[in-house]
């Protein structure tokens, strides 16, 4: 069994140890990538999605963050727009597996 609650105790303990930081470090976009992730996991939706808006709004273009936002999407039942973020991940980034996967059961699912 997966222990969401302890990485996810895990990670914002790590990324509070440079955020915020009086020398201006941020933690890295993957750090909170994950935290967002793991909150996808634990159906905690908004929260993932806002992480997910966060590191968009910095690179439009992550593929990460892009991958993490069709995750929520698809949760939620917008497998329109989860396509969508799917495959622009994909575009992104061709050999991103995490998205190439969650694409081929959005293809299975929605069939």
Partial sequence: MKN???A???VSKL???VEPSVDGI???TKWKLLRGNILCAMKRLDDATRIASEALRIDPTNPDALYLKAMVLFRESEH???LAHCTEALRCD???SKARNLLKVMVLWCD
């Fill in 4 to 6: 969401y609650s302890q």
């Fill in 8 to 10: 996810l105790a895990c």
């Fill in 15 to 17: 990324i509070a140890t």
């Fill in 26 to 28: 941020c933690a890295p």
């Fill in 80 to 82: 329109s727009k989860a």
């Fill in 94 to 96: 061709p050999d991103h």
